[in-house]
């Protein structure tokens, strides 16, 4: 038993359009494997669970910022990381160290990816794609969010957005974490950084921050494939993630653009 809380990781890795996600965690319902792409989703039982910092070790797999061994019922391969992107500082800010229902992390924005993984007998070559890795502990999911990531722009651009209902100290807000990299440089749009919400539906997307103004527009191109998330401890209820979802980005200081993109490989979920 795992006292009602979870802790989950997610390595996102892409090779033009092949999408691939391994999703180990553990929860009071046991510790688990849950794999994604383009095709569907595979979930895996899991003997044991050990962390050590952003290393984790579950059956005979190995998860970490340098890249994972993976050796499940069918699924088999190596991958390797290189030129992680950490964040300036923890995405939750001052957040991170209060109670809170659901934390999140991000380990890397962006790195290489090279290896290979055969999937029922098919294998996947990534050659120098692109990868991300992010976490997740708490007792909870937040009971409606926006979730979206991608890093596979034409230009070097990677983002990372989550708009969620948190609740907190016997109320609940709309809480906000963003993050781009775009030219070595970080922007970040945050609650604890006075972001407004100035749009938030499923299609569209509009956050401003002192003089940054954050324009995204959304187009899934299906209802996603169906995955397990935490609730009250239990891998217990079920999510949405679209692997393949088109995404424009606009992002502007004072009415001048930074940065404007677009992408066909987004992966997103909305609840």
């Not at 688990?32 to 005979?60: A, C, H, L, W």
């Not at 990372?160 to 948190?166: F, K």
């Amino acid at each position: 038993m795992y006292n009602k809380h979870f802790e989950g990781w997610y390595y996102k890795q892409r090779s033009e359009n092949y999408m691939l996600a391994f999703i180990p965690g553990r929860a009071e319902s046991g510790a688990f494997v849950q794999m994604i792409d383009n095709s569907g989703t595979k979930n895996f039982e899991m003997p044991d669970f050990y962390v050590n910092g952003n290393t984790v070790r579950t059956g005979n797999c190995i998860f970490s910022p340098s890249g994972a061994i993976v050796q499940l019922p069918g699924v088999v391969g190596t991958l390797s990381y290189g030129n992680t992107t950490p964040l300036c500082s923890d995405i939750m800010g001052p957040f991170a160290h209060l109670p809170m229902q659901c934390k999140h992390g991000v380990v890397s924005m962006y790195h290489t990816v090279n290896g290979s993984i055969i999937i029922d007998g098919e294998k996947h070559i990534f050659n120098g794609g692109s990868g991300y890795t992010e976490k997740d502990c708490g007792r909870s999911f937040p009971k409606s969010y926006i979730w979206l990531q991608c890093n596979d722009f034409p230009i070097p651009c990677s983002v990372m957005l989550s708009i969620a209902h948190i609740p907190f100290l016997g109320f609940s807000f709309s809480g906000c974490i963003c993050a781009i990299i775009y030219q070595g440089q970080e922007y970040r749009f945050a609650t604890y950084n006075g972001v407004k919400i100035l749009k938030a539906e499923n299609n569209k997307i509009c956050l401003k921050q002192g003089d940054l103004v954050l324009k995204i527009k959304i187009r899934p191109n299906n209802s996603g494939h169906s995955l397990f998330a935490p609730k009250n401890g239990k891998m217990s209820q079920v999510i949405r993630e679209s692997c393949d979802a088109y995404i424009s980005l606009h992002l502007t200081r004072s009415g001048q653009t930074i940065v404007k993109c677009e992408s066909q490989y987004a992966t997103y979920e909305k609840r």
